[in-house]
């Protein structure tokens, strides 16, 4: 039975040791730091706003026309004709169905658009990360947001944003 105690004492101070030589190898970074300061982010911006600024333009001006027509049907419709307020109405109702199908789909590709680009930069930082990480010997990075305490990991944030810009 001693030579039992013995042995697992043994083992758990070789964990133990093992543990502490590895938290020398392990570095954390502040991806959405970085995501944040990253130039690339404004550029596409940018480039996003300037792809979408046509079809952003046409909504707006579909839904002030949509709107002129509402407000004339309610301030003029009492007083209308009854064939003129039933076709107002009907004009409205169809250029307001095809003002949501037009402005959902716009939503939908503005998205996926943002998606893609987003999942570039990200992939970007995170070549970046693993760069950094094996030119300095870390065996492990971990997200700073992930993280609830970390005393001894050295982070590489400032490292990794010099590298991706």
């Not at 839904?63 to 407000?71: G, V």
């Not at 492990?140 to 005393?151: E, H, K, P, R």
Request: avoid cysteine; glycine fraction near 4%; aromatic fraction near 6%.
């Amino acid at each position: 039975m001693k030579k039992w105690f013995y042995a697992a004492g043994l083992g758990l101070v070789m964990a133990a040791s093992t543990s502490v030589q590895a938290a020398d190898k392990i570095a954390v970074v502040n991806v959405s730091s970085i995501f944040q300061q990253s130039p690339q982010r404004a550029v596409v911006a940018k480039q996003l706003e300037n792809e979408f600024k046509g079809r952003a333009t046409e909504l707006q001006s579909m839904e002030r026309d949509l709107q002129t027509k509402m407000s004339r049907l309610q301030r003029d419709g009492s007083t209308m004709k009854k064939a003129d307020r039933d076709t107002l109405e009907k004009n409205v109702m169809a250029q307001r169905e095809q003002f949501s199908t037009k402005a959902q789909a716009f939503e939908q590709d503005n998205r996926r658009r943002q998606m893609e680009e987003r999942n570039k930069i990200l992939s970007r930082i995170q070549d970046a990360v693993k760069s950094v990480a094996s030119k300095e010997g870390y065996d492990v990075v971990i997200d700073a947001n992930a993280v609830a305490y970390a005393s001894s990991g050295k982070d590489i944030t400032a490292d990794v944003l010099k590298q991706v810009k």
